[in-house]
């Protein structure tokens, strides 16, 4: 959102999900698509099978995407900046740009273009592992191929320069002119189910609902008198750096939906950081990892018991109605978090749709929402009025922040590499199977049949060196901790990699991983760190 709102003056995807349908070349990068995003990666497909998009994968994995797309780039784990300029350094020496777009809504170009004169063919395959020839024809592609969508989701965002990594992705689409446009666009896909509503309702620590700054005197004024309290101006913390700090400057923390002993790196130093705490609260749906540590916990309902809505990825406001009744001693979570408020002192709405109205008051871009009008398919914001059709796709004329900004960016290489005692470098993700710590798909006994434990996967010749069997039990280790699970060899990763996904506690890969956080996001490192590996019994 940082690299979005930055540049284009949004956070936010900016086309829709079936406007794939409507591109003529597709760049997925960062995006495990069908397993991450499974239905939306069957409409990516249908786009290339039935018609006719051109495909490019860039990832360090041979996902299945690879075997539909025309180009697959396979660039080293953390190489996405110098990747994704090299292909705007050839698009632009070959005068495949969109030059009359790049001069009438963008700024910045003159600093951008300095910039690039780093990211020459034979810097990038140095840095990147991708050969000069496949820059190009990458480059030729996706540049003179018509109207390019451009998707990423974690694999991106997830390093230490991860908002860099946004702003060339953004870079991309504004020199070929794909923003703006029907089909076209910089997609971030959300990693759950209503990221995009969280954050739009002010779930983070800089802004208030629908992203209005709390350093604003106008906002903060709006909102105090709305609410009836005075609301400070300083930005919070983010959930990375909250947990640093438990048991020094924050003595107790309120865990809403959230399994941070599970999803959050360097998980040794988290257990640690949280048993510092004066007081956890936990509100969940299960007994979580994170639950088992609180001092109280909350029952609250899942999904399926709820009246309200949920915001997608493409920005569309979708109405849910509950389809079972809540059993047992759970209570809504609106209802539990009011009944706090009025322990201060502060009364709270107590109905969906009391507090459906209060974001509308507050929120421009969702005024235009009611109801009735997002009952069956929903709306995409912004929706200004009552009588506002929504919008299919952002920045059509001109940029919410006015002109476009081409952002000129020096590579960062990742914050670990491997060396002598840690020669592999280790990445982490999702399986189709599973979904983010398990607290809800390992419940399953379906999906628990089909993946009922980690793994770790292993090229072929990594498997030779370490005298490793495909199933063998081995231990992957990094500077922060040591895991013990199942070798999975295979030819998915590439030779020197290895991959791990995070979805089981009693082999967590976050255990691995590093903490060190992109500098504006404060996003982790998930996705490259330097590891080991040992084969310790056989898998029979």
């Known amino acids: ?24 070349v597709i760049l997925v990068i960062g995006s495990n698509t069908t397993w991450n995003h499974p239905v939306f990666g069957s409409l990516l497909k249908q786009a290339v099978k039935l018609r006719g998009a051109k495909l490019i994968v860039c990832d360090p994995r041979r996902i299945d995407l690879v075997d539909f797309a025309d180009i697959w780039l396979q660039q080293r784990n953390g190489s996405d900046v110098a990747l994704l300029m090299g292909l705007q350094h050839i698009i632009l020496r ?50 003179t191929s018509g109207v390019g969508a451009l998707y990423y989701c974690m694999g991106i965002t997830q390093h230490s320069h991860g908002v860099d990594n946004v702003k060339a992705c953004v870079n991309l689409q504004l020199i070929t002119g794909n923003l ?98 004066d007081f956890l609260v936990v509100q969940d749906i299960f007994l979580t990892e994170t639950a088992k540590l609180a001092d109280v916990v909350l029952p609250g309902v899942s999904f399926a018991e709820k009246l309200g809505t949920i915001s997608n990825t493409e920005r569309r406001v979708q109405l849910t109605q509950p389809a079972i009744k809540p059993t047992g001693s759970v209570r809504q979570d609106y209802e539990i978090i009011a009944d706090v408020a009025a322990r201060f002192g502060h009364e709270f709405p107590r109905t969906p749709e009391a507090l ?28 200004p009025a009552v009588d506002h059709p929504g919008t299919r796709f952002l920045h059509s004329g001109k940029f919410a922040r006015g002109l476009a900004l081409l952002s000129p960016l020096a590579y960062r290489p990742p914050a670990e590499v491997p060396d002598g005692d840690f020669d592999l470098v280790l990445s982490t993700g999702r399986i189709l199977e599973h979904f983010h710590t398990g607290s809800m798909t390992r419940r399953s006994r379906l999906l628990d049949v089909l993946v009922e434990a980690g793994h770790v996967e292993l090229h072929p010749d990594d498997a030779t060196r370490y005298g490793v069997a495909d199933g063998d039990r081995v231990a992957v280790s990094t ?10 060899v295979t030819d998915r990763v590439a030779p020197g990699s290895i991959f791990v996904p995070f979805h089981f506690a009693e082999a ?15 996003i982790p490192e998930y996705k490259v760190c330097a590891a080991s590996l040992e084969r310790v019994g056989s898998g029979r």
């Open 508 to 522: 967590a890969a976050n255990v691995l991983t590093n903490d060190v956080l992109d500098p504006v996001a404060k």
């Open 356 to 383: 459906f109205q209060e974001i509308r008051d507050l929120t421009p871009a969702y005024a235009g929402l009611t109801y009735e009008r997002i009952r069956e398919v929903g709306i995409q914001w912004p929706c």
């Open 479 to 488: 500077r922060r901790g040591r895991i013990e699970t199942t070798a999975l």
């Open 1 to 24: 959102m940082a690299g979005l709102a930055t540049t284009l003056g949004s956070g936010a995807m900016t086309n829709s999900l079936e406007e794939v349908l409507e591109a003529k």
């Open 180 to 277: 703006g446009v029907a089909g076209g666009g910089v997609n971030p896909l959300r990693g759950q189910n209503n990221v995009q509503g969280a954050c739009d309702m002010g779930g983070l620590p800089n802004v208030f609902t629908g992203y209005q700054p709390v350093t604003n005197p106008a906002a903060v004024e709006k909102f105090s008198k709305y609410w009836r309290a005075p609301l400070s101006d300083k930005v919070g913390l983010t959930l990375t750096q909250m947990v640093p700090a438990a048991g020094d400057s924050i003595r107790a923390l309120y865990i809403l939906g959230e399994n941070p002993l599970v999803s959050d790196p360097n998980l040794h130093h988290v257990e640690e950081c949280l048993a510092k705490l």
């Open 94 to 143: 070959e005068g495949w740009e969109a030059a009359q777009y790049i001069k009438e809504r963008t700024e910045g170009y003159d600093e951008y273009l300095k910039a690039l004169e780093f990211y020459t063919p034979a810097k990038v395959a140095e840095l990147t592992g991708v050969a000069p020839d496949d820059l190009l024809a990458a480059a030729k592609l996706f540049a």
